[in-house]
């Protein structure tokens, strides 16, 4: 099946820098991809949507300057959260893809990132 | 809006247990319906997935069947094993808006 990676798989920052978050879709071109975050022992929130090439869209009550997401190729897509918080600290989860009939999205493996 | 409602979990099983996890839904339209699994550690993998009313999807043991009349896609597994030890997402896409939207998830721990 179809194969997303991240990197890093966790990450540890101190209070005030920011963090990039890679994610790629290894055998297939994302026409889409999506980004969530997953707080402990609660499902996945939905932060935002990115389609190659244009802005990316938010959910409500994300702040888009903090989170900022690119998504520059078909292959990959980046968030990177600004002056991280330790109320930044959280399970972040990019999904793709290829927009097909069924929109079935797969899943990157996550990534922790805890802010100090 | 769109919504998932899973049972709280945690569920606890011996080994070889039959397996059910409710989930019910709301939603416009004529959503398709997902479950997912994530094991500990690991990104959220598909499990198996319905397209349509009185749709059956199946996986490694696993079923779920769509029923629109009380709008559940609830997960059955005649006999569980510690493998399955996981956290199962009721989730349903609505046509028209490439969105996923998840239960809160259930966790399920399956001892020897």
């Known amino acids: 099946g179809a194969v997303v990676s991240q990197h890093p798989s966790r990450v540890i920052c101190k209070s005030g820098t920011s963090v990039k978050i890679e994610c790629r879709s290894l055998?297939?071109?994302?026409?889409?991809m999506f980004w969530y975050r997953q707080f402990p022992k609660q499902s996945l929130m939905l932060m935002a949507t990115?389609?190659?090439?244009?802005?990316?869209?938010?959910e409500q009550g994300v702040e888009k300057d903090k989170f900022l997401i690119n998504h520059a190729s078909l292959t990959l897509s980046t968030l990177t959260v600004t002056s991280a918080h330790p109320e930044d600290s959280s399970f972040y989860i990019c999904?793709?893809?290829?927009?097909?009939?069924?929109?079935?999205?797969?899943f990157g493996p996550g990534t922790r990132l805890t802010v100090l | 809006g769109d919504s998932v409602t899973q049972m709280e979990g945690p569920v606890t099983l011996s080994e070889e247990a039959f397996l059910t996890i409710n989930c019910t839904y709301t939603?416009?339209?004529?959503?398709?319906l997902f479950w997912y699994v994530q094991y500990p550690g690991e990104g959220l993998q598909l499990l198996l997935k319905?397209?349509?009313?009185?749709d059956k999807g199946s996986n490694k043991g696993f079923e779920a069947t769509y029923r629109k009349e009380t709008t559940s896609f609830h997960l059955e597994k005649g006999s569980v094993q510690v493998s399955d030890s996981a956290v199962y997402f009721c989730?349903?896409?609505?046509?028209?808006?490439?969105?996923?939207?998840f239960g809160a998830g259930t966790r399920l721990a399956v001892h020897p």
């Open positions: 055998d297939f071109q994302a026409t889409t």
């Open positions: 939603a416009t339209g004529y959503p398709s």
């Open positions: 999904s793709a893809t290829t927009g097909g009939p069924y929109n079935e999205q797969f």
């Open positions: 319905a397209t349509k009313a009185d």
């Open positions: 990115s389609n190659e090439g244009s802005k990316a869209t938010y």
């Open positions: 989730a349903l896409h609505a046509g028209g808006y490439n969105k996923l939207i």
